[in-house]
């Protein structure tokens, strides 16, 4: 039953191996979003897709590289890792209120640590 | 312009204090602004929101208030409970479904029994 599901919630890595997180939302949700938490719990927005198409890219390395299949699904996949790439990584999708507002469901992160 | 700024960062309150969190945002096309309750292992979760239309909302214990002429809003959480014990944030953004949401950089708030 989770609305926004992803995996794995651990990683542990060395430095410049890949590593790839999926994501999945079950709430028939068009866009799609990754967000970066550091350390000190800032939350920062990476990526967003709406239906399958990149709308938001912030000033991400192009080691980070998400792709949408279909618009249930978002995933993520680093290139290269170092040491400054380990955080929490959360999903979200956003669906309209009745209010006209764009309310964003997290998934409950993926903790990705680089060795 | 892009900016949120939230303050405390951190905050303790006796069980049943109020506990009071401030935000300031920049950018006057802002015109949605919830407020996100993250809990230790989770995602963070939508707790409250208001747009700029009204100066407050209130739902159970947690009031916004909403000040547009200074672009402040703020969170109060009545008759604090050690269950509120979580991290806060602000949050800002444009109307729409590909709106994104520039967030605060949290608040952790500790409700002592």
């Known amino acids: 039953d989770t609305a926004v599901s992803q995996t794995p919630k651990y990683l542990v890595t060395q430095m410049g191996n890949d590593k790839s997180i999926k994501c999945e939302q079950n709430?028939?949700?068009?866009?799609m979003y990754w967000y970066k938490q550091d350390s000190k719990k800032f939350l920062k927005i990476m990526f967003s897709y709406n239906n399958k198409e990149l709308i938001i890219n912030e000033t991400v390395p192009n080691r980070f590289s998400p792709k949408s299949p279909d618009k249930a699904h978002l995933n993520l996949h680093i290139n290269s890792l170092e040491l400054g790439d380990s955080a929490v990584y959360f999903c979200?999708?956003?669906?309209?209120?009745?209010?006209?507002?764009?309310?964003?469901?997290f998934g409950a992160g993926s903790r990705l640590t680089v060795l | 312009q892009q900016q949120v700024k939230q303050s405390p960062q951190s905050l303790i309150v006796q069980k049943g204090g109020i506990s009071i969190i401030n935000c300031a945002y920049e950018n006057t096309a802002f015109d949605y602004f919830p407020w996100y309750q993250q809990f230790p292992g989770k995602g963070p979760a939508l707790l409250i929101a208001i747009r700029p239309d009204v100066s407050e909302k209130k739902e159970g214990r947690f009031t916004i208030s909403f000040n547009k002429s200074a672009k402040q809003f703020s969170l109060h959480i009545m008759d604090s409970q050690p269950g509120d014990s979580a991290t806060y944030f602000c949050a800002a953004g444009g109307s729409g479904n590909t709106g994104k949401l520039i967030f605060g950089q949290g608040t952790t708030l500790q409700v002592k029994p």
């Open positions: 709430l028939g949700h068009d866009t």
């Open positions: 979200a999708s956003s669906g309209l209120a009745h209010s006209g507002a764009n309310v964003l469901t």
